[in-house]
């Protein structure tokens, strides 16, 4: 690196122009080789040299060697300091939007006019990606959109002259690269002023839309047009519900359901190649790419259901309507793999974003998806699999009788001999995914649950499906915690098969130990390490080394771990876990309440001990909810509100009463709730004087009785 600076400092004169710009190329992909925390001071050096030798940008010529390299290495430089290059862009912006409104003195002639202008300046060229000035003009491109990607709200300044400068490049004809990254660019601009303006992004949007939408129509280029796609996808997410109007939901419904139809011609146009007499290995070769282009085009399409999906749910379905048919025909067994696996994710889709309104379409895919669990390709039995999850967990009880037919099948996709196979794995993992969800969300018509669980112990555990993996650990935990006799065992004869499970998760990192489930895991792990239960001396080893390998406080200090967005998610997970809120004004109320006089820090670690933390996001707004046993506190403003559920109190009054009502799985829990008003002090003030000494007197009354 020395000596490469050396050159670039130095070499300035112009028969070295070359030299220098493959200098600077060379430092900065040695940059984004080492990392950011390695050559910061390097990229910064650079940088400053272009503003010490102020070099004569506005003078370099689109044939100038050197332009191409440093807009390359700008490029580079910008993925490597990240939001730090922001600094740098009044040096860079100018030479790079010059670059990149290059416009080539060319003109499209019909194939048969060859009446050219007798001009010594004209020649007539076929134009490809090398034409003197448009690869220089794709480079340029490429960095702004590389500005905007990195920068973000950063890169506002500029985002205006940018969006003008790319919505006509999504139709230049001389350059399919520079089409590319002008769809590329529309997200990260509306990302840049979104986190500003939510107001001018949507201004700006409908700028972009209608030219957005124009191009997808008429481009020809498969590439491109995936591109196309997959930036509108983008671009739908990002803004939301504002994106799209009726009617504009109505056009574009019909934009797809044209590509749909073109999908299909061009597939019966292949079968009947087949069968033509000049049909030979080199027509099948052409058509096996042909067909990967057509399977490229159909998955980005379904991106953009993917995201109308997410953004609207039911709401959009009474334009999906019009779409249906042509998923109906693509899941039939006779397509091919590639259209099956399209149609099977967009109902996938449906089922996970509208819920029971998907049921609507199940004459169309429920047959079909059961069929797919014993399909002989992987890729089909996975998208089969995720999608009787999906019903498990979103589709309520309108699918439950599905569901539990569904499980035999699942079983048997499970249990084949050769299901952990690399080929089969992930889709053996998003079956028992698929069964966990089922058994915890929708198991009204499953029988012989707890035997069940027996062989759905069996499975685990899993390492491969990342994304499946939480909901399957997730599940475990809430056995475990309920004392589920069938994963305990009898005398706790199973823990050990747990630990294992546990332990090889961490060791594999399919959970990581920070993660809100494996903290959950760690937190079981430590109960039974200090439980005084009689473990193989191999479960005691493993817990030894669990704790030994991760550094963890004792009792398991909180840890921050996931952001959620979706009010659904936060309702379930109250349902699920029992949460307290805890900020600084409930802590306030707990010291108040606390004549021990402990200090907040005591007060923190005795919650500590008992808790797991994750963030949760509403509204802008951010709580902190941490699982105690039964209680939840509620922040509204400056309001804090203890929440227990209605049924679990209900069972408390009744235990004041009646102590032996409850089964002893509720009185541990109700003696739990006791112990925490106790140590806090809170019953006088949150529970009214009928009941406020009902948890002491309570708790006098089960120390006699047992």
């Not at 940088?47 to 070099?55: C, H, S």
């Not at 790079?96 to 003195?105: D, G, R, S, Y």
């Not at 995720?386 to 699918?399: A, L, W």
């Not at 494996?518 to 030894?544: E, K």
Request: hydrophobic share 40%.
């Amino acid at each position: 690196m020395p000596q490469l600076k050396y050159l670039f400092e130095n070499v300035i004169t112009p028969d070295y122009r070359i030299l220098r710009g493959k200098t600077i190329e060379c430092i900065s992909l040695i940059g984004l080789a080492v990392g950011k925390e390695k050559c910061i001071n390097d990229c910064n050096e650079i940088m400053q040299e272009f503003v010490k030798t102020q070099v004569d940008f506005e003078n370099l010529g689109y044939n100038d060697p050197q332009i191409s390299y440093f807009i390359g290495a700008w490029t580079r430089i910008c993925q490597i300091l990240g939001k730090d290059f922001e600094q740098y862009l009044p040096i860079v912006m100018g030479p790079v939007l010059k670059v990149a409104t290059f416009q080539p003195e060319l003109t499209v002639l019909a194939d048969n006019d060859t009446d050219v202008e007798e001009d010594d300046n004209w020649e007539e060229l076929n134009v490809d990606d090398q034409t003197t000035g448009l690869e220089e003009k794709a480079s340029a491109c490429s960095m702004l959109v590389c500005c905007a990607k990195e920068l973000k709200e950063g890169f506002v300044n500029y985002v205006e002259e940018t969006t003008k400068l790319m919505i006509p490049l999504l139709r230049f004809n001389f350059h399919k690269g520079i089409r590319t990254v002008a769809a590329e660019s529309l997200p990260y601009l509306l990302d840049c002023v979104k986190l500003r303006d939510n107001d001018y992004a949507c201004q700006l949007w409908q700028y972009m839309n209608k030219e957005l939408f124009k191009a997808i129509e008429i481009e020809s280029d498969h590439e491109v047009l995936g591109e196309l796609f997959l930036s509108l996808s983008k671009c739908i997410e990002i803004l939301g519900v504002l994106s799209l109007t009726g009617n504009e939901l109505k056009e574009l419904t019909i934009i797809l359901d044209n590509h749909l139809k073109k999908h299909f011609e061009r597939s019966n146009e292949r079968a009947e190649k087949r069968h033509d007499e000049d049909y030979d290995e080199e027509t099948e070769e052409e058509m096996v790419e042909e067909d990967a282009c057509d399977a490229y085009i159909l998955t980005r399409l379904s991106n953009i259901i993917h995201s109308l999906l997410i953004t609207y749910k039911d709401s959009y379905l009474v334009y999906f309507d019009t779409l249906v048919p042509h998923f109906n025909a693509l899941i039939q067994p006779t397509r091919s793999i590639s259209d099956r696996q399209c149609a099977l994710c967009i109902f996938d889709d449906v089922i996970q974003f509208t819920g029971a309104y998907s049921h609507r379409y199940s004459q169309f895919f429920l047959a079909r998806m059961a069929e797919s669990l014993a399909d002989s390709s992987p890729e089909i039995r996975q998208a089969a699999a995720y999608g009787f999850g999906v019903m498990g967990r979103n589709g309520g009880p309108v699918y439950a009788h599905a569901c539990a037919e569904a499980l035999p099948l699942l079983f048997t996709l499970i249990s084949v001999s050769d299901s952990r196979s690399t080929e089969n794995n992930t889709a053996t993992e998003n079956a028992i995914s698929a069964v966990t969800k089922i058994f915890k969300y929708n198991n009204s018509y499953v029988d012989n649950l707890d035997k069940l669980h027996q062989v759905w112990f069996s499975w685990l555990p899993i390492h491969e499906d990342t994304e499946e993996i939480p909901y399957v650990y997730d599940y475990l935990c809430d056995l475990i915690e309920s004392n589920n006799p069938i994963i305990i065992g009898q005398n706790n004869s199973n823990l050990c098969n747990v630990i294992n499970v546990f332990t090889d998760a961490f060791a594999k990192s399919s959970i990581e130990v920070n993660s809100v489930i494996g903290q959950r895991m760690m937190l079981i792990l430590q109960q039974i390490q200090t439980a005084n239960i009689n473990l193989p001396l191999t479960s005691t080893s493993l817990l030894q080394n669990i704790f030994s390998t991760h550094i963890v406080p004792p009792r398991l200090a909180p840890t921050v771990d996931q952001v959620y967005r979706n009010n659904d998610l936060i309702n379930q997970s109250l349902q699920l876990v029992p949460y307290i809120l805890l900020s600084e004004r409930s802590l306030q109320i707990l010291k108040k309440c606390d004549k021990a006089n402990d200090t907040k820090n005591d007060i923190i670690q005795h919650i500590i001990e008992r808790m797991q933390v994750i963030e949760i996001t509403v509204d802008e707004k951010r709580l902190k909810y941490c699982s105690i046993d039964g209680i939840s506190y509620k922040s509204s403003d400056d309001t804090y509100i203890l929440q227990i559920n209605k049924e679990l109190f209900e069972d408390c009054i009744n235990a004041f009463n009646q102590p032996m009502v409850l089964n002893k799985a509720k009185l541990r829990l109700v003696i739990s709730i006791c112990h925490e008003f106790i140590h806090h002090k809170i019953h006088k003030y949150l529970l009214n004087d009928k009941w406020s000494k009902a948890p002491i007197a309570f708790l006098k009354g089960q120390a006699e009785l047992w």
